[in-house]
């Protein structure tokens, strides 16, 4: 049985396939299902192959294995405008920034803004 292994989202489970062989038949039926088991959030989850080997007996054996997803890739905020001066009373008007992500369609973007008092030079007069 193959040790579980991770991938990073959005790659997609790729499984080796399996091979079975019986002392007594030489052509055993091989079937496999696959299990989905959601994570976390959506880009977060595992998926077990089960391998079902049977004879023309009924005999049967099974192995598993679990290839587990995970999103470890930030999301990315598209380049914004590079830093710009304007003339007080002129209230500052950003732009509104995007972010996508590979395995979440609904990344949650957040702003703060901070407020930082520069002093001008005294010009006398």
Known sequence: MPAPTTIDCPATPSFAQATATDACDPSVDLTSADVTTPGNC????????????????????QASQTINVHDITPPVIATLPDPTTIDCPATPSFTQATATDACDPSVDLTSEDVLLLVTAPATIA
């Open 42 to 61: 959506p880009g977060n989850y595992s998926v077990t192959r089960t391998w079902t080997a049977t004879d023309d007996c009924g005999n049967s054996s």
